[in-house]
């Protein structure tokens, strides 16, 4: 078991909601992050389906407050914006933090609230999973350097839905090539999987156990192999919620108020595709071990409380995990 990195999911549902947190408390909590010891903090985007503070633009308050973390979006949704636009914001965000982002990336789930939110922002639904590969490819080609990345028939620069010929975006991001993106692809589909490989950067998907992510994350591995990607070129990822108490009843009860508030539907429903864990903070270090084991290398890490659950994940959750894969090494 290699030692994974592990950052948290930051809270930004709107403050006036029964679930949501000011803002200054999200600013607080990426900051405590960092002193604790975390790798990264995330952030994820809805507009309109779950109504929470502009992702990037958090992020940026983050990146002036912080001077170490990694700071992701989980997940933002490309297909919504326009590319020019958002390979600019983006190339800002790198800057200001200093090559320090990740763009997780995805295309949000199929419920009425997103196929609605896609309906405002003029995107047919039916066509999100394209926009989202054409909007990375027009990112990666607006932030490359090489002569090549200039030419009409570079990646991204001519789609069904726009015509980006004759266009050089500056200031490029303070990484060449910009950020790495990410993708939340469910192990649920072999084609999402597939892409992934050939594609993206990463993979920080919500794979309801070890093993189901352990099979997804094969079927990655040799679409990489297949493309002829280097080794190493897909971070191995993933997205899990939890909630911590010692007492474990208490704990499921606070996850699957959550849930309900969250999505809308039912917990025992969503846990079948999500990985999610309610109980005490030693049990969640072996729920988390069994994911390392399984090739996990980065954990992204959502709290039902945050406020509540960050200094025992801090405090007892990670070095229990840290002890484990040492054992493991043995």
Do not use: N
């Amino acid at each position: 078991m290699t030692t994974p990195r592990i950052g948290i999911s930051l809270p930004t549902r709107h403050g006036s909601g029964h679930d949501g947190v000011p803002i200054e408390r999200a600013l607080a909590l990426a900051q405590r992050a960092e002193a604790l010891g975390f790798d990264s903090v995330w952030a994820g985007e809805s507009m309109l389906a779950r109504p929470r503070f502009e992702p990037l633009t958090l992020l940026a308050a983050v990146a002036a407050s912080t001077s170490r973390v990694t700071l992701g979006t989980c997940v933002l949704l490309p297909a919504l914006h326009a590319p020019v636009a958002l390979a600019q914001r983006l190339a800002t965000l790198d800057r200001l933090s200093r090559g320090r982002l990740v763009v997780g990336a995805g295309i949000g789930v199929d419920l009425p609230a997103t196929r609605r939110e896609y309906a405002a922002a003029g995107v047919p639904f039916e066509r999100r999973v394209r926009r989202l590969v054409e909007t990375v490819q027009a990112c990666r080609t607006l932030w490359s350097p090489k002569p090549e990345a200039l030419c009409d028939d570079a990646p991204g620069r001519v789609t069904q839905d726009w015509d980006l010929r004759g266009i050089e975006l500056e200031p490029k991001p303070h990484r060449d090539g910009g950020p790495p993106f990410w993708v939340g692809a469910t192990v649920a589909r072999d084609a999402a999987l597939r892409r992934t490989g050939r594609v993206f950067d990463g993979w920080i998907p919500t794979a309801p156990s070890a093993d189901t992510w352990a099979s997804g994350w094969s079927a990655i591995e040799a679409a990489a192999r297949e493309a002829e990607r280097a080794p190493g070129a897909v971070t191995p990822a993933a997205y899990l919620t939890l909630s911590l108490d010692r007492d474990a009843a208490a704990a499921e009860a606070r996850l699957a108020a959550f849930y309900a508030s969250y999505y809308g539907i039912p917990f025992e429903v969503m846990r079948r595709v999500h990985g999610c864990f309610a109980g005490t903070p030693a049990d969640c270090a072996a729920w988390l071990a069994g994911y390392a084991r399984a090739g996990v290398a980065h954990f992204v890490l959502r709290s039902a409380d945050l406020g509540r659950d960050l200094e025992p994940l801090a405090g007892e959750v990670i070095p229990l995990l840290r002890a484990a894969e040492g054992r493991s090494r043995a």
